[in-house]
C-alpha cells in the first residue's frame, strides 16, 4: 500500500503562486510516475503535469510556462510550482502515484494506482 499525502493549497490572487507538495510513503518501489491532476465540479478529472522517476515531465497544454513539475526520488515527494495563476485554475488538485500517471506519459508501468485526498486551490481576487 502506498498513501500520499497532500499539501499547499490555498487561496491566491490573480497572478500569485503556490507550491504544492505530495509525499509518499509505504512500498513505493515499483512506482515510477507521479503527477498532479486537478477536476472542477462536474467536470472530469485532468492531468496537470506527471514526472517519471528518471525526471520527464509532461505538461497539459494550458499550464506550459507557468507550472513546474519536480521530484525527489530520496524523499518520495513530488512538487508542483504554481505561478502566474489565473481564476480557471482554480480546482482540488489531486496526488497520483502509478498506472494513471503512467498512461498518460505513455510509459510503461505497473497496475498500482494511488491518489491522495487532495488540496484545493482557489484563485480569486
Known amino acids: 500500500q502506498v498513501q500520499l499525502v497532500e499539501s499547499g493549497g490555498g487561496l491566491v490572487q490573480p497572478g500569485g503562486s503556490l507550491r504544492l507538495s505530495c509525499a509518499a510513503s509505504?512500498?513505493?518501489?515499483?512506482?515510477?510516475?507521479m503527477g498532479w491532476y486537478r477536476q472542477t465540479p462536474g467536470k472530469q478529472r485532468e492531468l496537470v503535469a506527471g514526472?517519471?522517476?528518471?525526471?520527464?515531465?509532461h505538461y497539459a497544454d494550458s499550464v506550459k510556462g507557468r507550472f513546474t513539475i519536480s521530484r525527489d526520488n530520496a524523499k518520495n515527494t513530488v512538487y508542483l510550482q504554481l505561478n502566474s495563476l489565473k481564476p480557471e485554475d482554480t480546482a482540488v488538485y489531486y496526488c497520483?502515484?502509478?498506472?494513471?500517471?503512467?498512461?498518460?506519459?505513455?510509459?510503461?508501468?505497473?497496475?498500482?494506482?494511488?491518489w491522495g485526498q487532495g488540496t484545493q486551490v482557489t484563485v480569486s481576487s
Open positions: 509505504g512500498s513505493i518501489f515499483s512506482i515510477n510516475a
Open positions: 497520483n502515484a502509478g498506472v494513471s500517471t503512467a498512461q498518460a506519459m505513455s510509459v510503461m508501468g505497473p497496475s498500482d494506482d494511488y
Open positions: 514526472i517519471t522517476t528518471g525526471g520527464s515531465a
